[in-house]
């Protein structure tokens, strides 16, 4: 899902190999986006040069998925070392739409407002 307010930079997110694509596009092109939700990535994103500041990335896994949850904390500190602001959670759930909901309302006012 992306969300693009007039004159800012969109908004970008995904779960499982979706969150794995929102992380790759935010990676390559982040003067367009400028938020992304990372949420249970099973392998690492295509990286391309440095993470740069200019994007934000909230990284989550579920605790009861833990390779996924290895993964996502990996996918952070990665963007972190690059140079990039990022984030991680653990959510006490699994692979699943209950958790990837939670971290979209708790982080809406990131995704409403750049």
Do not use: K
Request: hydrophobic share 40%; net charge positive.
């Amino acid at each position: 899902m992306a969300r693009r307010p007039s004159g800012g930079c969109a908004r970008w997110g995904g779960a499982s190999n979706g969150g794995v694509w929102a992380a790759s596009m935010a990676l390559r092109n982040p003067g367009m986006f400028g938020t992304a939700f990372v949420m249970s990535p099973g392998v690492p994103p295509a990286q391309h040069g440095a993470a740069r500041p200019l994007s934000r990335f909230y990284v989550s896994a579920g605790d009861l998925e833990p390779s996924f949850r290895d993964n996502a904390r990996r996918v952070a500190e990665d963007i972190v070392q690059r140079g990039g602001v990022a984030t991680f959670a653990a959510y006490p759930s699994g692979h699943d739409y209950w958790m990837w909901g939670r971290i979209m309302l708790d982080n809406t006012r990131d995704w409403l407002n750049p």
